[in-house]
Structure formats: C-alpha cells, structure tokens
C-alpha cells in the first residue's frame, strides 16, 4: 500500500551522506570559529519548522553532524506566549511537538523541549552540551527574528550559527532580494528558480552516532502552566495536530478535492481547498512536499494542479516577499503610497454601520454572511478563503479608520484562526484593506481606489443562503 510506496521512495531517495545540498538555502547568522575541536554535538533550534521529515534545516543539522561524526540534538524553545495565539494554538504546535520527540527518539536524536525564550536557556544549554554548531530555521516575522538576533549576541562567540529557510521552496532571500510589487513581478523569479529548489528530500536517517546524554523526559502536561494564554479558545474538532494527520489531509486533497480546485475554490459551500494551511503554518508539513506530492497528478488535474501551485507557492512566497523585506508589514504605512493617499482622502467619509471590536468578534453585524464567515473562523479555527477578502473588506468599510480596520482584522485572524500569525495572515489583511500587491479600482466612499467587495457580488459567486445556515450563532 502507501506506506511501502513511502518506504521504496525514502530507500530510493539518496541518502544526506551523499546527498549534494544546496547551501543557497543556508547562510550563516554568525560565523564561529575553525578552531572548536572540543565540540561534542550539534544542535538543531527547531522554531517554524516543527517536522522530522522533509524539513531542509533538520538535513543541514544532520549533515554537519555526520561530516563530524558528532551526535545530533534538536531542541524546541516554548515562549510563553505569541502573539494573540490561545490555548487553541498552543495546543495544536504542542501535540505536534509530541509527536517530533517520538521520531526522534527513534532515530536516536534526543529532542529537548526547553521552557522560555533562546536567548535565556540556549547560551547555557550550548555551553553545558559542548555543541560545536548550531542550526536554525526561518520565519521574515519580527518577532521569531528578534529571537534569532538576541540569541546571537550571546552565543557563546566560537559556535558557528547557521539558519536554513525551510519553509519557502525558493530561500526568501534568493527569492528576491527587494520587496517585489505583487505577484507579477516575483512569479517568474519563483518559477524560474524552481527547477533548483523544488526537489526531493532525502530522510533524516537513523543517527549513528549515540548522545553522550539521553534526552530527559517531557512533561508534555506540566508545560502548560508555563504559558500565559487564553484559555476560553477551544480547540477544533475537525484538525488533528501532527505530520501524520496533516500528510493524511494532504493525501484526502489529492484523492478527493484536487480536481475540483480549480473550478470551485472559491465557492465556501464546496469541498475543494486542501485545508492544509493549520499543518503549514506549523511546519508539521512542508510545503515543497505537499508541491511534490500535488504535481505527480498534473497529468489529469493540470488547471487544479498549476492553481495549487500558483496559490501556495506564487503567492505564499510573495507574502513571505512582503514580511521580510517591508519592516510595516502589518500596518497601514507597509501600503504603497497610492493606497495610503487615496484610504487618507477617504477616511473622513460616513460609514454605512459601524461596529465594535466586540459585536464583530460576536458575529452580530446586520449581515447574515459576514457573521456566518466570523463564526466559521471562531468555532472552526478556519475560514475558507474567499470570505477572508470579504470580511476584511466590510471591517474597513464598518470601522472610524483603516488603521483601526487593519487592527482589528489582524487581531481576530491572529487570535482565532489556526493558521493566524502568519505572513499568509498579514498579506491577506493588507491586500483586502490597504491594497498590497493589488492595483487601485473605480473610486468610492471610505474605499477609495481599494477594490470593493460586496454582499451581491457573493450572491452572483455561490449560494450565499446555504453558507448562512450552516453556521448560525451558538
Ligand atoms: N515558535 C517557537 O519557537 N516557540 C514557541 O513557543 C512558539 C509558539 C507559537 C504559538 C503560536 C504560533 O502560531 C506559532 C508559534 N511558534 C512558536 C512558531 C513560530 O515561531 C511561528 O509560527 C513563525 O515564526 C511564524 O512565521
């Protein structure tokens, strides 16, 4: 069945021996010295990358290790909180998490969950370990960056610190290296590269080399108290944390939704998106596997297929684009001047309802899609993909200033959208309120040039009623 197919694939794929790694996907955070001869392993900063399998930075861990015949650590640092991210969040990276440790213990590689932010607990881990490398992964987001920063001026100055973006199929740095205008203008730098990037991975293999000490127990539970988030967010039914649930919703798109992707992605009443963005988002599936995975039906799916691509490579690596190099990218000054001028000219326009952080967060506007799309957001973690331009739309057209709007879009997709605290999160926010990577449209009321998105337009699209009644208030 599937699984020996996996198998005959990973024995098939070569191994990270003898495997030619590209190191445009690595560069190095600080150099470290020749000289460390004492070192006795290294070490794998696991962040956004929250994998075994298929994951570049884990392979770059391996590899220096192997070439050194040194054992291998991976650890994970748990912050207490991030962002607007709830217990739901937390709960969803940490039963992944779970299931990493179990891998890695197979594999003979000692996973440590260490409580609290890098740059207190890894200088002294680092020292008390002997580790001789250290590898990170890759986020363009402020924060997970300025953990990086702050880990490096305290690293002790000999141990060489590399990071490998291990979520963009093309580096966001080789991507690009200028904030690109929309899609036009990176899509064929992307496709153009992808011929190099878009490969298979060869396995993280059982380490031969056995850690000096075992990995210490988790207390998966226990960890809990240390976070300092909402608790009242519940989890979701439908999305069960983990690579093997996620590659299971990868496999299910494939055989179930795929051929309708192109011809239905954009109707909310239909089955036809891969659902995969929880599992992305986490890292607990790669990107560039769920590509490799998707194009082997090109074949009779090739619409389907080349949207898919389109969307979770084109697009998702332009928002990647916009976080990393525009330092605003969640505010109203990351815009293009055309944007800003004309939501300025507009800001002192009456507003047709206005509304409340509260009865938005409520779903208790006057309209019956919008609130319908709210609370598929709240209790399902997931809001399909076309209403999340038409929410965000109405929040500005119902709010005193696009500043506000922006603020509040970001907070709800933030604090209750399992693929929130995302660059996907923040582009799709400025794209529908502040038209990034758009062009400006007919003028109008409190819009200005922004595109407009309305209630009737969704009507002429799918069946607005039917969506409106699957999700009343609880
Ligand atoms: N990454 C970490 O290294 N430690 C954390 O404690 C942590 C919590 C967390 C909570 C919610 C969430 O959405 C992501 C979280 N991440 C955490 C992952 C990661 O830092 C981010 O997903 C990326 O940086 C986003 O680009």
Known sequence: GEEAIQEARRRAAPSVREFKYNKKRVRLVSQGSDL??????????????????????????????????????????????????????????????????????????????LLGYAKDVLPTFVTEHGVGGLVTDFSPLRLPRQWVEDLRERLPEDVPFAQVDAHNIVPCWIASSKQEYSARTIRGKIHAQLPEFLTEFPPIVRHPHPPSCPAEPIAWEACYSSLQVDHTVKEVEWATPGTAAGMAVLKSFIAERLKSFSTHRNDPNKAALSNL??????????????????????????????????????????????CYYNENYDSVQGAYDW????????????????????????????????????????????????????????????????????????????????????????????????????????????????????????????????????????
């Not at 070490?43 to 930075?57: F, G, K």
């Not at 179990?102 to 969950?113: D, Q, R, V």
């Not at 596997?289 to 969307?311: C, G, N, P, T």
């Open 36 to 113: 460390k001869d004492d070192a006795r392993c290294i070490l794998y900063w696991m962040c956004r990358d929250q994998r075994v399998q298929d994951n570049w930075a884990f392979l770059y861990a391996q590899r220096l290790a192997l070439k050194q015949e040194l054992p291998l650590h991976v650890c994970f640092c748990l912050v207490p909180k991030f962002l607007e991210a709830t217990i739901r969040h937390y709960r969803f990276m940490l039963r992944g998490l779970q299931e990493v440790a179990e891998e890695c213990a197979e594999l003979n590689i000692p996973f440590h969950l």
């Open 277 to 322: 963005s929880p599992w992305l988002h986490f890292g607990q599936v790669s990107t560039q596997r769920a590509i490799l995975e998707v194009q082997k039906h090109r074949r009779s799916y090739k619409d389907s297929v080349d949207a898919f691509v389109e969307e979770a490579v084109v697009r998702r690596e332009l928002a990647e684009n916009f």
């Open 339 to 474: 944007a800003q001028t004309t939501l300025k000219v507009h800001a002192k326009d009456k507003r047709p309802y206005l509304y409340s952080l509260q009865e938005l967060e409520q779903g208790t506007t006057h309209d019956p899609l919008w609130n319908a799309a709210q609370l598929q957001m709240v209790q399902e973690g997931k809001m399909h993909g076309f209403l999340r331009m038409y929410w965000a739309k109405k929040i500005l057209e119902w709010t005193r200033s696009p500043e506000e709007a922006l603020q509040f879009a970001i907070y709800l997709n933030d604090r209750y959208e399992l693929d929130g605290r995302d660059p996907n999160g923040y582009v799709g926010c400025l794209w529908s309120i502040c038209g990034i990577h758009d062009q400006g449209w007919a003028e109008r009321p409190v819009f200005g040039k922004i595109r407009y998105m309305n209630y009737a337009g969704c009507k002429r699209k799918f069946d607005v009623e039917q969506f409106e009644r699957r999700y009343a208030p609880t």
